[in-house]
């Protein structure tokens, strides 16, 4: 079979790299993960990854700390996390550039829409840390923004809960599940998909977003097959 997409963007959350031990970085995880991103690199899709950083670092609830200084190192954090995603990939031969939007040029490539671009049409995962490279903007709207400048068919957003319920399933048992939304739905319902500005900019640009659990890794290749898994958000 085809897959259905030819070019992702997936989302990782920082949690989800750092297994049952909630801090840090779990290899054993990371390395899990990229065997599957491997899987679809060699099936022809091409591969790009926003990675959070909340297994380091929450900017969010921080305290009495500077909001701007604390997104800044929640930044950081997310390059620590692509580092370890672009380290699994190689391990597995897969080849890969990490990009960040804040220059560190000892480590990783300055973003540079273009070049990501050519990365990808030569069949590397690239990965794009330090989220947008600006404070008060979450990976979430990275991951939307990053999207919409390559042109992706869709962003595959790998979550610890396998889909968008209408409320927190952790916390009620009667919470439902849904299989299909619209941004309209998402924004209008204050659903928890992404921020409002991630949201905003998906349904702006026409670009889907699937949400699905990541607790069994083989899921990102049924999402990039077009399998039923998790929740479809995209306008009607």
């Known amino acids: 079979m085809e897959p259905k997409y030819k070019?992702?963007?997936?989302?990782?959350?920082?949690?989800?790299?750092?297994?049952?031990?909630?801090?840090?970085?779990?290899?054993?995880?990371?390395?899990?993960?990229?065997?599957?991103?491997?899987?679809?690199?060699?099936?022809?899709?091409?591969?790009?990854?926003?990675?959070?950083?909340?297994?380091?670092w929450r900017g969010r609830s921080s305290g009495k700390m500077d909001r701007t200084r604390a997104?800044?190192?929640?930044?950081?954090?997310?390059?620590?996390?692509?580092?370890?995603?672009?380290?699994?990939?190689?391990?597995?031969?897969?080849?890969?550039?990490?990009?960040?939007?804040?220059?560190?040029?000892?480590?990783?490539?300055?973003?540079?829409?273009?070049?990501?671009?050519?990365?990808?049409?030569k069949g590397r995962v690239v990965i794009f840390g330090c989220g947008v490279g600006s404070p008060f903007f979450s990976t979430d709207t990275a991951s939307s923004l990053r999207a919409a400048e390559i042109n992706a068919d869709i962003i595959l957003k790998a979550t610890l809960v396998d889909g968008v319920y209408d409320k927190d399933p952790k916390k009620f048992s009667d919470a439902v599940k849904y299989e299909a939304l619209s941004f309209s739905e998402v924004l209008n319902k204050e659903l928890a998909v992404m921020d409002m500005t991630a949201a905003s900019m998906c349904k702006d640009n026409s670009i889907p977003v699937l949400v699905f659990s990541l607790n069994d890794p083989e899921n990102i290749v049924r999402a990039v097959m077009g399998e039923d898994v998790g929740t479809i958000v995209k306008e009607v």
């Open 71 to 121: 997104d800044h190192m929640g930044m950081l954090a997310t390059v620590i996390n692509a580092l370890a995603l672009a380290d699994a990939l190689e391990a597995l031969d897969v080849p890969v550039r990490v990009q960040t939007a804040i220059s560190m040029q000892s480590i990783a490539e300055p973003y540079i829409r273009n070049r990501a671009v050519r990365h990808l049409e």
């Open 7 to 56: 070019r992702v963007l997936i989302k990782l959350s920082g949690e989800a790299l750092a297994g049952d031990s909630k801090f840090g970085i779990n290899y054993d995880v990371v390395y899990a993960i990229c065997e599957k991103i491997k899987d679809c690199v060699a099936m022809g899709v091409q591969v790009a990854i926003v990675v959070g950083g909340g297994n380091f």
